[in-house]
């Protein structure tokens, strides 16, 4: 089964989808979002809303192990993430997408790992699906690598932040590629980030920051995010 995980922006997906029905599922984390089950070109299909439909968890709220252990129960075996981010590089404008190739981690304070009770240190030196990132990048329609820096949110970064990411070699900065990725990791599911920039980072651009645009670049968008997930899901 696929799992698809829609960002900001990307809260139902069923579209063309065909015997759609909703669940949520139990895990020792508390309940997760209610799951979208479809078929789709013959796949099961299963959608989450990350920041759940009825609740908006801002990004270091979301219950990410309810989310990752829900999908696993039911049979995830590879995931799709959409993730919106800011551009850390000129090259890279508002309204691109990018699969990202590893990451660098700035979040401070959420649960990020299944492994509590013992010492388990998984291997991570490539963090995401080869497989998946392979047939996007043969899309010809995104970036096809990235470093993906996650900050802790909510609020968006100061310049001195920004400087400090480009020095390290980051590509994109959001706030909810992390713990995700890792925790699909511990449960072995392969998973790929599709990237949409919907900014230049603060600093980068001239303008004040705000969510409304990110909103905007989503919205317009969005239809372009749906097909490439949707050929990925074919091929
Ligand atoms: N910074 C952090 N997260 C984001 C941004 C940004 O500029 N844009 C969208 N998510």
Not at 50 to 57: C, E, K, L, M, V
Not at 131 to 141: A, C, D, E, Q, T
Not at 214 to 223: A, G, L, P, Y
Request: net charge negative; with cysteine.
């Amino acid at each position: 089964m696929i799992g698809i995980i829609g960002g900001t922006g990307v809260y139902e997906i069923t579209e063309h989808g065909q015997d759609i029905k909703k669940k949520i599922i139990e895990t020792p984390y508390g309940n997760s979002p209610e799951i979208s089950l479809f078929k789709f070109q013959e796949k099961d299909i299963a959608f989450i809303p990350r920041h759940a439909s009825d609740h908006d968890y801002p990004p270091h709220m979301i219950n990410y192990r309810a989310n990752l252990w829900a999908l696993k129960k039911i049979g995830v075996t590879q995931i799709l993430a959409t993730n919106a981010v800011g551009s850390l590089k000129e090259s890279i404008a508002p309204g691109d997408f990018v699969i990202p190739h590893d990451f660098l981690d700035f979040t401070k304070m959420r649960p990020g790992t299944f492994y509590d009770e013992r010492t388990v240190h998984i291997d991570i030196t490539s963090p995401y699906c080869s497989h998946l990132r392979s047939v996007l990048i043969s899309s010809g329609k995104v970036v096809d690598q990235g470093v993906y820096v996650c900050t802790e949110g909510p609020r968006f970064e100061t310049a001195a932040e920004i400087k400090m990411f480009q020095i390290l070699g980051g590509t994109l900065v959001g706030m909810t590629g992390i713990p995700e990725v890792i925790l699909s990791r511990e449960l072995e599911m392969c998973y790929s980030s599709i990237c949409l920039v919907s900014n230049y980072a603060a600093s980068i651009s001239p303008y004040k920051l705000t969510i409304d645009e990110v909103f905007e670049i989503m919205d317009k968008r969005k239809n372009n995010l749906v097909d490439l997930i949707e050929s990925t899901i074919k091929s």
